[in-house]
């Protein structure tokens, strides 16, 4: 999984490894208040009108990397197992990077609906990889990232070229849901506060 991706090549989706995901998928699966406490991203964003968050880990999107800025765990997961599972996500993935998790959210997707084409700016998405985790998916669920389009499976990782254009579309009548973990490189964190 050593693979050094840089966002200015012409890639879109690639695939890394798996995860063992079935205790985060059952405990989210009982959400319901849980996707209303914090609805600024599907209000702020159009293009995520047709979402809903469970955010784990926040760092703010707009954040420049000039700015000293804390890094804040928001929620947590109740399960014993599905808190291992995500620390394996974690640890992986900041091994993978050289790296640490700057944002980890839980992203509901409506039943018969899309994200927009878009491109994500700011120095944090730019700088960051982001990497995606379905946790409820189907074969009628499609990720289209620099024109390559791929039906993620449950479990599976992989990473989004996020500075490309990129749409999401969930033809089905069943939520999608996705674990979505940005981990920034350490030569970039000298300015965030971990709390």
């Given amino acids: 999984m050593k693979t050094l991706m840089n966002k200015s090549g ?3 989706i ?4 798996n995860f063992e995901v079935s205790g985060i998928k059952k405990e989210v699966e009982s959400y319901y208040s849980e996707w209303l ?10 293009t995520h009108q047709n979402t809903f968050m469970y955010q784990l880990i926040e760092l703010d999107y707009m954040w420049s990397m000039k700015e000293d800025v804390v890094c804040n765990k928001k929620n947590s997961f109740s399960s014993e197992k599905a808190i291992q599972e995500l620390s394996d996500i974690y640890s992986t993935l900041e091994n993978h990077v050289d790296g640490r998790v700057v944002r980890c959210e839980v992203i509901n997707m409506n039943p018969n ?4 084409d878009h491109k994500d700016r700011s120095d944090l ?22 024109n390559q389009t ?8 992989y990473e989004i070229n996020n500075i490309k254009w990129h749409n999401v579309k969930n033809l089905s009548n069943e939520n999608r849901v996705h674990l979505i973990v ?14």
């Fill in 150 to 157: 791929v039906n993620m499976l449950e479990g599976n990782l």
């Fill in 10 to 12: 012409n890639w879109g």
């Fill in 125 to 146: 998405l730019y700088l960051s990889r982001r990497f995606h985790i379905p946790l409820k998916t189907n074969s009628s669920c499609f990720f289209t990232v620099n």
């Fill in 182 to 195: 940005d981990v920034l490189s350490n030569e970039y964190t000298q300015k965030i506060r971990f709390e």
């Fill in 37 to 46: 406490l914090d609805t600024s991203r599907q209000e702020q964003y159009i």
């Fill in 113 to 116: 609906s899309r994200v927009r």
């Fill in 14 to 17: 690639v695939h890394h490894d």
